[in-house]
């Protein structure tokens, strides 16, 4: 495993937030994690690679992703951008800057859910990203602190009303808390958690919540957006780059640990879902890996 840093962060217990706009040719800061919450934006970043946990996408002109899990690895890293100007606005915020009473509030609701989400990343819409450009534009400018907080305050309630925001990493690998959901989703959920190094059938999980298989089958993927099929593969790859960063393990220890039954069809499943082979995968977080 590669060394780790562990290092102070820039929030002291007198500030709200931290704020700073950067504008750089290049990402050099290696892949890490925080116990801070985060939200990240990127400009004219066409071509950058994102990591944020098991999730690795190339982005476009415009990205915006907050992130709440004190272990959840991310970076933005060089890949194909040629732009020299790329502008980044970086956010850095206590999880205590609204309290547990404050999220309780029904005027922070939506506000909660998010935060809930982005235990994994949270990747907001381009809508979304034009609706508070204007804010994220002037925040490190303002010389008005209660200004700067209130403006900070609306970027995260526009940003909680975004249906399209997408989760980044897979449950599995940010060892995220499971959503408020159908009582019988949570239980085929928790079913697949508990058995996912072997083999289930539908019929099983379909058993378990006293349902026809095809209807669960329906059921499940309009709860979650994949079908239970889909949901399982998920989580066995999300443990499986759990293993991959964490552990010394073999790829085909981790491939048999995680209930796969072929590695051919383990490297190529997570290659094609994932970006790139489990070797890489491994390589690209041992190789920079720092907490800060």
Same mark, same amino acid.
């Given at each position: 495993m590669a060394k780790v840093l562990r290092e102070i962060t820039s929030i002291t217990d007198k500030d709200c937030f931290y704020i700073v706009e950067r504008h750089k040719s290049e990402f050099t800061w290696p892949i890490h994690s925080h116990e801070?919450?985060?939200? =990240?934006?990127?400009? $004219? #970043?066409? #071509?950058?690679? $994102?990591v944020v946990g098991d999730s690795i996408e190339e982005i476009g002109e415009y990205d915006l992703v907050l992130i709440t899990s004190d272990g959840l690895e991310h970076a933005w890293e060089q890949g194909n951008c040629k732009e020299q100007d790329i502008r980044e606005i970086t956010i850095q915020f206590s999880p205590k800057l609204l309290g547990s009473e404050l999220l309780a509030k029904n005027q922070f609701a939506s506000v909660r859910k998010m935060f809930e989400r982005a235990q994994m990343g949270l990747a907001f819409s381009m809508p979304a990203i034009m609706r508070v450009y204007h804010l994220l534009d002037t925040l490190a400018s303002k010389e008005e602190r209660?200004?700067?907080? !209130?403006?900070?305050?609306?970027? !995260?309630?526009?940003?909680?009303? *975004?249906?399209?925001?997408?989760?980044?990493?897979? =449950?599995?690998?940010?060892?995220? *808390?499971? %959503?408020?959901?159908?009582?019988?989703?949570?239980?085929?959920?928790?079913?697949? /958690? =508990?058995?996912?190094?072997e083999e289930i059938k539908l019929e099983t999980l379909a058993a378990l919540v006293a349902m026809a298989p095809s209807a669960f089958s329906r059921f499940f993927k309009q709860h979650t957006g994949r079908g239970p099929v *889909?949901?399982?593969? %998920?989580?066995?790859? #999300?443990?499986?780059? $759990?293993? !991959?960063? *964490?552990?010394?393990?073999?790829?085909?220890?981790?491939?048999?640990?995680?209930g796969f039954n072929n590695l051919s069809n383990f490297n190529r499943t997570f290659k094609?879902?994932? #970006?790139?082979?489990?070797?890489?995968? $491994? /390589?690209?977080f041992t190789k920079s890996r720092v907490y800060v």
């Amino acid at each position: 495993m590669a060394k780790v840093l562990r290092e102070i962060t820039s929030i002291t217990d007198k500030d709200c937030f931290y704020i700073v706009e950067r504008h750089k040719s290049e990402f050099t800061w290696p892949i890490h994690s925080h116990e801070v919450y985060e939200l =990240n934006y990127i400009e $004219r #970043g066409k #071509g950058v690679h $994102r990591v944020v946990g098991d999730s690795i996408e190339e982005i476009g002109e415009y990205d915006l992703v907050l992130i709440t899990s004190d272990g959840l690895e991310h970076a933005w890293e060089q890949g194909n951008c040629k732009e020299q100007d790329i502008r980044e606005i970086t956010i850095q915020f206590s999880p205590k800057l609204l309290g547990s009473e404050l999220l309780a509030k029904n005027q922070f609701a939506s506000v909660r859910k998010m935060f809930e989400r982005a235990q994994m990343g949270l990747a907001f819409s381009m809508p979304a990203i034009m609706r508070v450009y204007h804010l994220l534009d002037t925040l490190a400018s303002k010389e008005e602190r209660m200004e700067q907080f !209130l403006d900070m305050l609306k970027i !995260l309630y526009e940003l909680s009303q *975004d249906t399209d925001a997408r989760t980044l990493a897979s =449950n599995a690998f940010a060892l995220a *808390d499971a %959503d408020r959901e159908s009582r019988r989703v949570s239980k085929a959920k928790e079913y697949i /958690a =508990n058995h996912y190094t072997e083999e289930i059938k539908l019929e099983t999980l379909a058993a378990l919540v006293a349902m026809a298989p095809s209807a669960f089958s329906r059921f499940f993927k309009q709860h979650t957006g994949r079908g239970p099929v *889909d949901y399982i593969i %998920d989580v066995r790859l #999300g443990v499986a780059a $759990r293993m !991959l960063v *964490d552990t010394s393990a073999s790829v085909s220890e981790i491939c048999y640990a995680c209930g796969f039954n072929n590695l051919s069809n383990f490297n190529r499943t997570f290659k094609a879902r994932r #970006g790139y082979t489990p070797r890489d995968f $491994r /390589a690209l977080f041992t190789k920079s890996r720092v907490y800060v």
